[in-house]
């Protein structure tokens, strides 16, 4: 028998993707071997935009929507009305609550932006900044004169230009959309962890309910 001829062609080994760059898996193919590799300056249209991540020591207090540090790009369509709704969120917090409940203000808007669809793409900018307030403020008791800090749910409906019966139905929407209750660790202040009468109880395989620092005394 004929032995079949060895093919003088190489076969190429498949290109390790995962070893190069994320900004040069987007680059186009090279044409010759003169070209170079160039890193492109803008995204590619892939419509979404990278987040901007910033030190969180070089934020400050109020730091505004374009430099939060995004855990994840958000969505392109939403981004320019995302960055109005929290812009809104960051001045009413900054002149009338505080940075904490911007941070968390923050964090939900970020959540609502993330649904497919997203439920901002409906709605006007401060309905949805007085219902992330409202949502927030209702589970930490921001509404409650014997809390610091304290707002009136008709006075941040005020800063934020809508009516209370407005503010609070966006609120009970957002709430429900996220499962929001009281002493939700997703969504507490600090304070408002630490008064947690739940924090430190647990649940047994036997469904039995324990107080975790009884355990840890004995």
Known sequence: MRK???SGKTEQLPLDVDALPDEQTHAKPL???????VTPSVPP????IPAEP???ERLGRFPPVKDFPFSAPIPIVIRPKFEEIGEIIRVVCRDNIDEEYYYLGILLLEKLARKR???????KTNVWAAGVLCALGTINFLFDKS???YISKEDLADCCGVKQS???EKGRLIRELFK???WDLRFSTIKMHHRNPMKNLIVTGNGFILDLRSILMR
């Open 4 to 6: 079949k001829k060895e």
């Open 31 to 37: 044409q010759n071997k003169s070209e170079k590799k």
């Open 45 to 48: 249209p892939t419509g979404m």
């Open 54 to 56: 910033v030190p969180l």
């Open 117 to 123: 669809p997203s439920p901002l793409l409906a709605g």
């Open 147 to 149: 809390t610091i800090p």
């Open 166 to 168: 407005t503010a609070s």
């Open 180 to 182: 929001m209750s009281y």
